[in-house]
């Protein structure tokens, strides 16, 4: 997940001597290069959901929400565009698949569903990818469908959507701190930004045949052991694009 920038000097103190681990130096630390990155010999950086977190001017932070100019860490602008989203985290089998809605709901590497009346005909978007659109830390499906379908959070902090021709949004749900940032990622602000979670089949937050997205945070980290820290990279499109008439 994007974290706020990190102190170095809290990230030299790494375990030093630890069985089994072939360490490396960086400067004068050891440090484990599967749970820590270099730069220029002398500064530390975590790797956070698979993404070596890059270094500016004694600060950490993460490519999926900042950027480095004049050695000063700051956001990135936020995306004013429809986008798709994809998994980021070189170790998972789904590295690079897509966010896909389908039952009121976002998974990941699965099949979108969506829906057109037939009287719209040629006008129909294609409907066959999972289109999102973002502002003022809200998110909603890019589609036709009058009222639209806003993206949220449920109460069991699954990513979800509301059903077409309907506003419904069950009590406990969470419908802002979101952000999607140009050449950046698609991240969850809630629960003090502990980001997003891939579950496989049948872990705990799965429960379905495919891989499901799940708001990692202090409630429920306890029962997501099984799950993998992951980002979600944000792939803009022209500004007039529709996913679909109505996902489904």
């Known amino acids: ?26 400067g004068q630390a050891q440090y484990d290069p599967a749970e820590y990155v270099c730069w220029e010999n002398q500064f530390l950086c975590p790797i956070r959901a698979g993404e070596p977190l890059s270094h500016c001017a ?53 099949q979108t569903s969506s829906y057109c009346p037939s009287q719209v005909g040629s006008e129909c978007p294609p409907g066959n990818s999972t289109v999102i659109v973002a502002s003022e830390g809200r998110a909603a499906m890019s589609v036709m469908v009058p009222g639209g379908q806003q993206a949220y959070l449920d109460p069991y ?35 003090n930004g502990w980001g997003w979670v891939a579950c496989p089949p049948r872990a705990s937050g799965g429960g379905g045949p495919g891989w499901n997205l799940v708001a990692r945070n ?3 980290a306890a029962t997501l052991n099984e799950c993998h820290s992951i980002n979600l990279r944000v792939n803009s499109l022209p500004g007039s694009t529709l996913g679909a008439w109505q996902y489904t």
Do not use: E, R
């Not at 406990?172 to 701190?177: A, C, E, K, Y």
């Open 1 to 26: 997940m994007p974290h706020t920038t990190v102190a170095v000097a809290a990230l030299l103190c790494v375990a030093k001597g630890v069985l089994g681990v072939d360490l490396q130096h960086c």
């Open 58 to 110: 004694g600060a950490c932070y993460s490519k999926f929400m900042y950027t480095c100019t004049d050695n000063v860490v700051t956001l990135l602008p936020p995306v004013d565009t429809p986008f798709t989203l994809t998994v980021d985290n070189p170790g998972l089998p789904i590295h690079g698949k897509p966010v896909t809605a389908a039952g009121q709901h976002w998974s990941l590497d699965g």
């Open 157 to 191: 902090w699954n990513m979800v959507y509301t059903q077409a021709h309907s506003a419904y949004i069950p009590s406990g749900s969470t419908v802002t701190g979101f952000g999607a940032y140009q050449g950046g990622g698609f991240v969850n602000l809630n629960g």
């Open 218 to 220: 202090a409630t429920n």
